[in-house]
């Protein structure tokens, strides 16, 4: 039995990674990709992953153009992450493939009403401004979503926008606090996931071997970590997004707990923070199953043998 998702996203060579795996798992139905604005302007997003989908040679994927910028703040990018295209790295062609004409909120919502209740999983990997927008604008939708599954937050990280805050997070804190609140069943890997899950050069050297799409992967992957590498002297960069798609082909690799997600949304210098009440200390009800650690090699052997598929 396929599982139906939906994945929002903001490419992002790492959410380039994602939608890969997800179009190489046959477990996986992806019934459309809905674009935001984030790492790069929506314009580039919504380029992207078109780009990512002929990469894949699956240009019938409907790739939705979704919102340009946070429900209620300015847009904040990440270029000096992803690169001016969002896929610095290696340059491949532009897309022909069009974007669908329907805006991704109306995809989501219209997909959402269509398919039977609790068959449909959202997979953001950017701001949640498309999934909230959707929420607010059709609150029926709320109920007939199986599960969201998303990266973003952190605990023990903490930060890697701002000392205190998460990047999909920090863009966009009042969507966060929409989808977190919503009461829909909650998976999410937070830094605390990815930063263990850190591309090195053996597992860059395995995606160059990996097919036909492995070398771009590999290539992407060596721009990307220039960051990380950097500001955290890791060996690699962390492979955040793939760890959504990774969880529903193989939750075994991931550990967590049920616990109390807040979104600080006034705060003058932890705007964006995920309180994550890991202790339980709060009191507050449980919201989310908020992930802890992943296997990383488990991960990236399950990722490089996807790739290799395509
Ligand atoms: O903080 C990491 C997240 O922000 C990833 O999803 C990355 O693609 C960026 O969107
Ligand atoms: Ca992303």
New binding site residues.
Partial sequence: MTRNIIIDT?P?Q??AVAILLALASPELNLLGICAVA??VPLPLTSKNARIVCELAGRVDVPVFAGCAAPMARALVT?EHVHGKTGLDGISLPDPQMPLQDRHAVDFLIETLRREPPGTVTLCP??PLTNIATAFTRAPDIVERVQQIVL??GAYFEVG??TPAA???IYVDPEAAEIVFKSGVDLVVMP?DV?HGALATPARVAAFRQAGRVGPAVASWLEFFERFDTEKYGSEGGPL??PTVIAWLLQPGLFTGRRINVEIETTGRWTSGMTVADWWGVSGREANALFMGKVEAQGFFDLLTNRIARL
């Fill in positions: 903001d992002g790492d959410d984030g790492n990440a990997l950017g990266m973003g890697n926008i998460e990047f999909n830094l990815t955040h997004d």
